[in-house]
């Protein structure tokens, strides 16, 4: 029989292998980097990446779900990446908001993080090439749509190019020893909101501040004896904070869509999502009719928003989501028709649909 040390020096050598396989492995995604750099191909593929999931998860790994496979490989793609240079990814920041772990999640940790102080700050510095990539909030499943980054997409040449789906998990984090000592409570506008019912029964003392990101709450709330923050785990830890409570959003499950954004749209992978933007004349009807055109072509709207016009009162611009991508000919059908229907179209991307929350 083995014994623990056989079985030890046997994990030993296949994490040998393992390395030397990993070695291989990003020499080889070196010289396919150098090949897109000389062809002028983006390095970063969505429907490629998950495709690579997609075929991993579906080979045998048993005893290992498919999660784990996933995170694994997530990190060897990262790490890969970032041979040739880490890509540059701006976000809203500072360090350790939930746009930061979405952007972790997604792109993995090997990258260059570019903390931003606004959405639209995050868009800019995409435009002008300080990053290669940046993600935005996009909804959530209790506060819906977010207003920043639809009005951005209107007025910027970038793409969506891919989403993530994150599970938010809101935890209230402070110095204060009890919540009776907490008398100032910081976080995004939204988060507040999140956490209403919450707030007004744990903590009706308290006086809320909006600040422009989770991870600036929690550094304010470091700074203050009396004050408390609404944010993710990993910020206690990373600005000395105490975890008073946890899961304290009024939704169990909330979910925050984000958005990858880019210079190219991204190739179709099989299974896509396209966001638009458009506007429709201000008389009976015009919406009813724009919005037929996806019944006539069997496509799936999954969301729909409006935001107010800027060029005129009591205008609106339209915001929706739908199934397939902008190459597949039955959206081409569509989005024709649609064009014939409306006042402005814009496609602000096609994409892969994210199906994991991460």
């Known amino acids: ?30 010289q396919i980097a150098l090949l897109k750099q000389q062809n002028d191909l983006p390095l970063y593929h969505p429907e490629r990446e998950g495709a690579i ?7 045998p790994h048993d005893p290992l779900p498919d999660q784990a496979i996933k995170a694994i490989f997530r990190e060897i793609l990262s790490a890969c990446r970032a041979v040739m240079r880490p890509p540059r990814v701006a976000f809203l920041g ?7 772990l979405a952007c972790e999640e997604h792109f ?18 995409v435009e002008r090439g300080g990053a290669d990539f940046g993600i935005v909030p996009a909804e959530n499943v209790a506060e819906g749509p977010v207003g920043d980054t639809l009005d951005a997409l209107l007025q910027t040449p970038l ?3 891919a989403e993530v789906l994150l599970e938010v998990q809101h935890c209230l984090l402070s110095k204060a020893e009890s919540l009776a000592n907490i008398h100032r409570v910081y976080s995004r506008e939204i988060a507040l909101a999140q956490c209403r019912q919450w707030l007004q029964t744990h903590l009706p003392q308290a006086e809320w501040i909006s600040v422009s990101s989770t991870a600036e709450g929690a550094e304010r709330a470091a700074d203050d004896p009396e004050g408390a923050a609404i944010g993710p785990r990993r910020a206690a830890d990373a600005y000395g904070l105490q975890v008073l409570a946890e899961r304290i959003q009024d939704v169990p499950f909330n979910l925050t869509r984000f958005w990858v954004l880019g210079k190219r749209m991204t190739a179709p992978s099989g299974v896509d999502k396209t966001t638009i933007a458009f506007s429709v004349p201000h008389r009976p009807g ?13 496509i799936n709207l999954t969301m729909i928003a409006s935001r107010p016009a800027r060029h005129a009162p009591w205008e609106y611009v ?9 190459q597949d000919e039955p959206v081409q059908a569509a989005l024709s028709e649609l064009g ?19």
């Open 286 to 298: 015009t919406l009813y009719h724009a919005l037929s055109v996806f019944a006539q072509h069997t």
């Open 53 to 59: 999931f997609a075929r991993l998860t579906s080979l």
């Open 1 to 30: 029989m083995a014994s623990l040390d056989d079985w030890r020096q046997r994990i030993d050598e296949i994490d040998e292998q393992i390395l030397r396989l990993l070695t291989e492995r990003a020499k080889l995604a070196r």
């Open 340 to 358: 014939k229907a409306c006042l402005f179209l814009k496609v602000l991307g096609s994409y892969p649909e994210a199906i994991e929350v991460l």
């Open 108 to 125: 993995g940790t090997f990258i260059e993080a570019l903390p931003q102080r606004t959405i639209q700050e995050v868009f800019r510095e």
């Open 159 to 161: 793409k969506i190019v």
């Open 94 to 100: 500072p360090l350790h908001s939930f746009s930061h």
């Open 318 to 326: 339209f915001f929706a989501d739908f199934q397939g991508h902008v």
